[in-house]
Nanobody, 116 residues
Framework: QVQLVESGGGLVQAGGSLTLSCAASGSIRSFYDMGWHRQAPGEQRELVATSSGGATNFADSVKGRFTISRDYTKNAVYLQMNSLKPEDTAVYYC???????????WGQGTQVTVSS
């Protein structure tokens, strides 16, 4: 069983910054990748950023503004969000996979609201 617990969401003005944190616990000691997805009201869930073996992948909409990092000793992943825009408002979910084709585990989500 895997638990992903996010923290760090909140309300911020446009142009501001937030850092999301996610810690994994349970029976799995390491993950093929960890990352973040988000879902805005009325929208489909979308990938924001992932980190796998040192390689990172970002949605075009956040490139240059968001960075992702992992702490392998803590089984944790972080999302540094800079220059936030109102369109970044969404529930952000931490995700993790044991393998490329394996089950994607999800956290409970943390709300990020960017005011204009």
């Amino acid at each position: 069983q895997v638990q992903l617990v996010e923290s760090g969401g909140g309300l911020v003005q446009a142009g501001g910054s937030l850092t999301l944190s996610c810690a994994a616990s349970g029976s799995i000691r390491s993950f093929y990748d960890m990352g973040w997805h988000r879902q805005a009201p009325g929208e489909q869930r979308e990938l924001v950023a992932t980190s796998s073996g040192g390689a990172t992948n970002f949605a075009d909409s956040v490139k240059g503004r968001f960075t992702i990092s992992r702490d392998y000793t803590k089984n944790a992943v972080y999302l540094q969000m800079n220059s936030l825009k109102p369109e970044d408002t969404a529930v952000y979910y931490c995700t993790a996979r044991v393998s490329r084709w394996g089950t994607r585990y999800w956290g409970q989500g943390t709300q990020v609201t960017v005011s204009s």
